[in-house]
């Protein structure tokens, strides 16, 4: 036997879970390490490469920025829904639809001036991550049907329902058969936040959104029984929680702004429709959320780090000619070492070298 | 006439044989209360694997092994994770996944648009050669026989043996088998690398015999499938396999319905596994009771030992 043992703790430990992060993030680096290693590259160079040398230009910054946009607003709203035990994985659907309600409108309202077409297209972006979460709502509150499964299936739907719509009736009439919709008319783009850069003024909803979550979660009486929800269900049955309506709520919460990170992608960096408007920003969000340890102050810095690691797999693939695959296998790390640090939160390690007896006399 | 029958079935045959192995692999996995929704990174780590061994050494059956085995190894890492670090098992797959997604990816840069021949079908000269039914039943790959194999050993496993009986006692509930004396921890390892060996061995026929090549994420949403497929089957191993064939009409249903004189775009005809996974969700778990008389009662619950 191992000469270690875990020995639960009474309870949870808060400041341990403030700490894992970190520790994931210290593993996480030392498994790149390896890694690159394993790969016949200078692991230093490479840890440089992926990690510091985005950061080192202005232009790399807005771009670190206008990344963590997406994977701020939708793992928000994915936290509230893991909250409150609602397990909605497929952000990546819902982001989709967002951008073909929201794109939509720009194309609908092409060659048009006006104040007011930007806060529709936002708007029906919004609208359209809602109606696709509805789907799992509808069927998880009526039918009881697996949440995980329905919105992860809607997401392979979403891609092709995009797919098709770019290879057919949106596609640019003057665009040489390219699948993609025209280029949205200058109304229908976000201003730029900084100059020359491709960051626009929509991040700057995403400190409103985690203010907002944070108010939310913490000072409503809706955001305190999805966390008794989450916690003790039972409890929230006795308590006379409407269950369905939670449900609903997380799910709308997270298909909403899901929809308003695929419209603000559509309408800010993409500038039209095309098949591939997101590198699985529905996906990286789920680990943002968690190594935000589902607290919105805490995911607005894991957004950071989360976009960094596909900052950093483009300098690897631009640098070092390595495959852009790096970020995924980066983000899927980042994630197994944080849920393997987490057993630190409910359970210490005890050294049982010397003999079974130490753990006896502590008792 | 029948030239397209027999090609349709043949393509059901093909498209229902990886949802077979990465079903019932599962199927073990949460009899033992275990819930691993990494399904789809272990299929894509089987399939870039297996394509890699394959090339490399130029033999199929050391191919399929490999396959098996990183579908193994990944399990492992779930396993530690979840029976080791007690971590919560849908993230934790969910992580697996992803992780899956990416290393299979980056491993598997260096094989792409690589050709390999594909998996040498059986000829039995006499049988093979009879019309219609010799391709059928007498001119397939070895992994679609032992799809077949694995059923017949699953469902022996699960309903006649000693030891399913162990594995399902632990997944209604572990707290109860512990007493008795079973090792919840070796039944449930057991599970789970069982499921990682056939989810890879789908993988494996991915990329050795469906379309014998590698392509990033070629799995295309099957791990999901076969999760469903599960649910599906109500924990049966005789209903899964009849799900994952009847996924497979569905699948290749794009394929020849255009054939048809059916004019609708080609991303509707994709659409429809997805589509009919969620159907069939719905009309099996709006019967509660039929989930929950079939569901293992500890299914993705943590077991912690006590004195």
Redesign the interface.
Same mark, same amino acid.
């Given at each position: 036997m191992l000469p270690i043992k875990l020995e639960p703790r009474g309870e949870s430990a808060r400041t341990v879970a403030y700490f894992t992060p970190l520790l994931a993030v210290i593993l996480t680096m030392i498994g790149g390490f390896v890694l690159f290693a394993l790969m016949g590259q200078d692991p230093l160079e490479a840890l440089y490469v992926f990690f510091i040398s985005p950061l080192t230009s202005y232009y790399g910054f807005s771009e670190l920025l206008l990344k963590a946009t997406p994977l701020g607003l939708i793992a928000v709203g994915l936290s509230i829904g893991f909250r409150a035990n609602v397990w909605n994985i497929g952000a990546e659907g819902q982001l989709t639809l967002g951008a073909i309600f929201g794109g939509g409108m720009a194309l609908a309202f092409y060659e048009m001036d006006g104040f007011w077409i930007l806060p529709v297209m936002l708007i029906a972006g919004v609208l359209g991550g809602m109606v696709w979460a509805a789907i799992p709502a509808f069927l998880k509150t009526r039918f009881n049907t697996n949440e995980i499964l329905t919105s992860l299936m809607l997401t392979y739907v979403a891609t092709l329902l995009l797919s098709f719509l770019v290879h057919g009736p949106w596609r640019d009439p003057d665009g040489f058969n390219f699948p993609e919709s025209r280029l949205f008319w200058d109304s229908a783009l976000l201003p730029a936040l900084l100059e020359g850069t491709r960051l626009h003024v929509g991040s700057l909803l995403v400190p409103l959104v985690v203010a907002v979550a944070w108010v939310f979660l913490n000072r409503s009486f809706v955001g305190f029984q999805i966390k008794v929800m989450g916690l003790t269900p039972a409890a929230a049955g006795y308590a006379g929680f409407n269950q369905k309506r939670l449900t609903w709520l997380a799910l709308m919460i997270g298909g909403g702004l899901a929809g308003l990170a695929g419209v603000l992608e559509v309408a800010g960096p993409i500038g039209q429709l095309n098949p591939t408007i997101s590198p699985g920003y529905g996906f990286t969000a789920i680990i943002v959320a968690f190594l935000g340890r589902l607290h919105p102050v805490g995911i607005f810095f894991a957004a950071l780090l989360m976009a960094l690691s596909y900052l950093g797999g483009e300098a690897m693939q631009i640098q070092m000619g390595l495959p852009l695959a790096v970020t995924g296998v980066f983000q899927g790390m980042i994630l197994f070492f944080l849920l393997a640090s987490d057993v630190l939160i409910r359970y210490r390690l005890r050294f049982t070298m010397n003999s079974a007896k130490a753990g006896q006399e502590s008792v | 006439m029948l030239d397209t029958t027999l090609a349709i079935l043949l393509t059901v045959v093909a498209a229902a044989t990886p949802l077979v192995f990465a079903a019932l692999g599962e199927l073990i996995t949460e009899k033992s209360g275990v819930l691993n !929704?990494g399904v789809e990174g272990m299929m894509l780590m089987g399939a870039i694997a297996a394509f890699a061994v394959g090339i490399s050494t130029g033999s199929s059956m050391l191919a399929i092994l490999g396959g098996a085995a990183a579908g193994m190894a990944m399990a492992a890492?779930f396993a530690l994770?979840v029976l080791g670090? !007690?971590?919560?098992q849908? %993230?934790?797959g #969910?992580? !697996?996944t *992803?992780? +899956?997604? +990416? #290393?299979s %990816? !980056?491993v598997g840069?260096g094989f792409v648009g690589t050709p390999l021949p594909a998996l040498d079908k059986l000829d039995i000269p006499g049988l093979t050669d009879l019309p219609f039914v010799g391709p059928l039943l007498f001119g397939q790959d070895f992994l679609v026989y032992l799809s077949f194999v694995m059923l017949v050993v699953v469902a022996w496993f699960l309903g006649k043996s000693r030891a399913g009986l162990i594995l399902r006692a632990v997944g209604e509930s572990h707290d109860a088998a512990h007493a008795i004396g079973y090792s919840v921890m070796k039944v449930r390892l057991l599970a789970i690398l069982f499921g990682g060996a056939m989810s890879g061995l789908g993988g494996a026929y991915l990329s050795l015999a469906y379309t014998p090549m590698w392509v990033?994420n070629m799995t295309? +949403?099957r791990g999901?499938i076969a999760? %469903?497929l599960v649910?599906f089957g109500t924990w049966r191993p005789l209903r899964a396999f009849a799900g994952a064939y009847l996924f497979g009409g569905v699948t290749i249903l794009q394929l020849h319905a255009q054939g048809f004189g059916f004019n609708v775009?080609a991303?509707?005809w994709?659409?429809l596994p997805?589509?009919a996974? *969620?159907v069939v969700?719905?009309m099996i778990?709006?019967d509660?009771t039929l989930?929950r008389l079939n569901a293992p009662a500890c299914l993705g619950k943590v077991f912690?030992k006590t004195k």
């Open positions: - | !929704l890492l994770m670090l !007690l971590s919560n849908v %993230a934790t #969910l992580a !697996l *992803i992780f +899956g997604v +990416g #290393l %990816a !980056l840069k990033e295309a +949403g999901w999760l %469903a649910v775009p991303q509707f994709s659409m997805y589509l996974t *969620i969700l719905v778990s709006r509660q989930v912690v």
